[in-house]
């Protein structure tokens, strides 16, 4: 089922809007210094942005795993993304799935302080490729 050019329209203007939303959410939640908390929100309000590239330039993801892999097969390799972009991705997602799920781990500061910048820049990024396309 294709969508309509007002049906995609409405997901990737909600998508943009969560993606921001959930950043916001996100630095909310490191004033609070939840850095579990936070690799979430911060990994889902990429993972939102990403989903909207995705269909902005009709390819459909089914899975968390999908969302990571179609960026790297049409944006990176092709060049039209960097590659630092698909790493932050990537380790994001990893940061992620270990807060929420490792027993007897806890996500510090210092696991997380560094990403935030570089998140916020991808975010951009893909803001800038979305409305390019």
Known sequence: MS????????ILAF?????RNTWIEAKGI???KFWN???TRLYYACYY????????NNHKAHT?????????????KTGIG?????KLYSKLY??????????????????????????GNYIAELEKLISGS
């Open 3 to 10: 969508l309509t050019p007002e049906e995609r329209d409405a």
């Open 15 to 19: 998508r943009m809007d969560k993606a």
């Open 30 to 32: 490191a004033e609070l």
């Open 37 to 39: 908390a936070f690799a």
């Open 49 to 56: 942005v990403t989903g909207a590239l995705l269909i902005a």
């Open 64 to 76: 968390h795993s999908g969302v990571i892999h179609l960026p790297g097969i049409h944006f990176i």
């Open 82 to 86: 960097s590659k630092d972009a698909g």
């Open 94 to 119: 990893e940061l992620r799935q270990t807060g929420d799920y490792d027993d007897m781990f806890n996500l510090t500061q210092e696991d997380i302080e560094p990403l935030i910048l570089p998140a």
